[in-house]
């Protein structure tokens, strides 16, 4: 799909653009980004949608305008656009990599290169070990100690793709092998099958009695940087995202064993093999054979957990984690379903920063099926993302009525706001317009580095003030860019179960917060779960699998998590 590597060229486009000193720049700048978002999280292919429609059916794509739209067109049919040619040659400055480190944006990139001429990360190295940095106007020891921090936390997490980069290539993959009539069956497995926030490789498994054509057809899509192995029963390529998929042409007896020895994780496939020893038997890819050399199951993966004495166990529960034990004891837990959704208690409109408006929100929001949202968009504190007060909020609610009015009965938006949690565990916005509130979200989005027991203190004081109805991404990480703030989840678990505070699962693919074992940890407690989008423009609905993904990781059954429910119900369950 070409979306991912479009999307990327936009942002640097986007990059570029905010450089420039003109009004007009600052416009564009703005579309480039909303643009870049769009394209991340669109699920049709965009060369596809092109394809059947040109120009105008991207144009019919909300926030997608006429200038955009001849640029994806330039791209598709020439593979290039002139104006990111022109842009790249003007600042020969890798903008991708650098602002990958968390305290670097454009700016500080381009001033960099200005004094420094610091092109891409490898400089920026050279510059601080010879102390170059804090030397800077503006900038000082301890931002140069910040970047240096910066760099070493994004090579540590070098080499993992976010499941959302990962799984749709790999959906896509799937599907063309499907199509192509050559393969009986094809799966995912892995990591992306347990639906793992990050992912080090694909791996899929095909039956079919032709391997070499499926392979052929493999090694030959477009996804494809270049064929690393191939054989007849294992090839492994490297994908144009940044990561190898291994494609397996298994043997139809095997394929269920080959599914479970693939699907992993490793410590749960050790684990499992263990039961089989204890019961005398011999468990590897191919089957599982009795003491004799007789298969005793190979076909089907459930068979073969049945086999061992267990239910069949959800993927996403596969890390050895105390699922095998309750399997053999059939008592899995009822894990809550991809379909189950009917509300989202945490969207933005572009009143604030997210890219579409609240009409578009919530037609986007019906099509994708859901009943009701909130409408959450930030406060006056975050700048950055233009914030809003008292009074904005009591007149965009004003029109939330009136759109309520006319959707009726089909559709009801909550009114809300996703508040800051100041430094000292105040809110962001005066108690009457947080009491008139349907939905107050509570983040924290500054001073991140405040140590525990602050930090917990802090939480759990917004959560005593009585408005709070959902802690919103509770830990604020960035996976791959910024660790979790240090917090007693244990502590804000109890203090969420005392003042009947919702916990989200923030289920944008670059949080996903809270994490699996963090919703273990907290789920001892009697607190219930928001599985919300965040979403900032319409296509970011299609992100709620993963945090459902990671809700099933979590164990979460859906009777706990509040959007499950109809809005009635939901309502009821978030009343202070
Ligand atoms: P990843 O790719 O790092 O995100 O994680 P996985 O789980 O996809 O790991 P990968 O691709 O290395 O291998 C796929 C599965 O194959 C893994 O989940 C379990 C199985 N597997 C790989 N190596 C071993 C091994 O040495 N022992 C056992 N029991 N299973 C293995
Ligand atoms: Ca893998
Ligand atoms: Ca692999
Ligand atoms: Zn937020």
Redesign the pocket.
């Known amino acids: 799909m070409k979306n991912r590597e479009l999307a990327d060229i936009f942002t640097e486009m986007a990059s570029f653009e905010s450089l420039e000193e003109s009004e007009n720049a600052r416009f564009k700048t703005r579309a480039y980004q909303k643009v870049a978002g769009i394209l991340d999280s669109l699920q049709e292919d965009i060369a596809e949608i092109y394809k059947k429609g040109g120009v105008k059916a991207l144009m019919e794509i909300p926030g997608i305008g006429k200038a955009i739209a001849e640029k994806i067109e330039e791209y598709l049919t020439t593979g290039k656009i002139a104006k990111y040619e022109e842009y790249k040659a003007k600042y020969p400055i890798d903008f991708k990599e650098l602002t990958k480190i968390e305290g670097i944006g454009t700016k500080t990139a381009l001033s960099l290169y200005k004094e420094l001429g610091i092109k891409n990360i490898a400089d920026l190295k050279d510059a601080i070990s010879r102390g170059e940095i804090s030397k800077l106007p503006g900038f000082g020891e301890k931002s140069e100690e910040l970047l240096d921090k910066g760099i070493k936390q994004l090579e540590s997490s070098k080499g993992?793709l976010l499941l959302s980069e990962a799984l749709p290539v790999a959906e896509f993959i799937v599907e063309r092998l499907r199509k192509s009539g050559l393969a009986e069956k094809v799966e995912i497995?892995?990591?992306?099958r347990?639906m793992?926030d990050?992912?080090?490789?694909i791996?899929i498994l095909a039956i079919g009695t032709s391997s070499s054509e499926i392979m052929d057809l493999f090694t030959g899509l477009e996804d494809v940087e270049r064929t690393v192995v191939k054989g007849p029963s294992k090839t492994t390529v490297y994908l144009k995202i940044g990561t190898t998929c291994?494609l397996r042409v298994i043997e139809p007896g095997s394929f269920g064993a080959a599914m479970q020895?693939?699907?992993?994780?490793?410590d749960h496939?050790?684990q499992v093999?263990k039961v089989a020893i204890n019961k005398g038997y011999k468990l590897n890819e191919y089957g599982l054979y009795d003491r004799a050399g007789n298969m005793v199951s190979g076909v089907g993966e459930q068979e073969l957990y049945n086999k061992l004495g267990m239910d069949w166990i959800p993927p996403e529960m596969r890390e050895n984690r105390g699922e095998i034990e309750l399997a053999m004891k059939h008592k899995l837990p009822n894990l809550i379903q991809y379909s189950s959704l009917k509300g989202d208690f945490h969207t933005h409109t572009k009143d604030t920063d997210g890219s579409n408006t609240l009409e578009e929100m919530v037609e986007y929001a019906r099509k994708y099926g859901l009943e009701y949202i909130a409408t959450t968009n930030h406060t006056k504190s975050l700048k950055v993302a233009r914030g809003m007060d008292e009074a904005r909020f009591s007149e965009y609610f004003s029109k939330v009525d009136r759109l309520n009015e006319e959707l009726g009965k089909d559709f009801h938006i909550l009114k809300g706001a996703e508040v800051d949690i100041l430094k000292d565990g105040s809110l962001d916005l005066d108690n009457k317009t947080l009491g008139d509130m349907e939905c107050v979200v509570a983040s924290v989005h500054s001073n991140f580095n405040m140590a525990k027991d602050e930090m917990t203190k802090r939480v759990t004081t917004a959560l005593e003030s009585g408005y709070v109805n959902i802690l919103g991404h509770p830990t604020g990480r960035l996976i791959n860019e910024r660790p979790p703030f240090q917090i007693d989840l244990e502590k804000v678990a109890e203090s969420a179960e005392s003042n009947n505070v919702v916990l989200e699962i923030n289920a944008f693919p670059t949080r996903l917060d809270l994490k699996d074992t963090d919703i273990m940890l907290t789920s001892k407690f009697r607190v219930n779960y928001a599985i919300d989008s965040d979403a900032h423009n319409i296509s970011h609905y299609s992100v709620l699998k993963y945090g459902i993904g990671t809700a099933r990781r979590g164990w979460l059954e859906p009777g706990r998590v509040v959007n499950t429910f109809h809005l009635d119900k939901a309502l009821r369950m978030l009343k202070k």
Do not use: H, L, P, V
């Open positions: 993992r497995a892995g990591s992306t347990r793992r990050t992912i080090g490789d791996d291994d020895y693939f699907t992993g994780s490793k496939n050790i093999r």
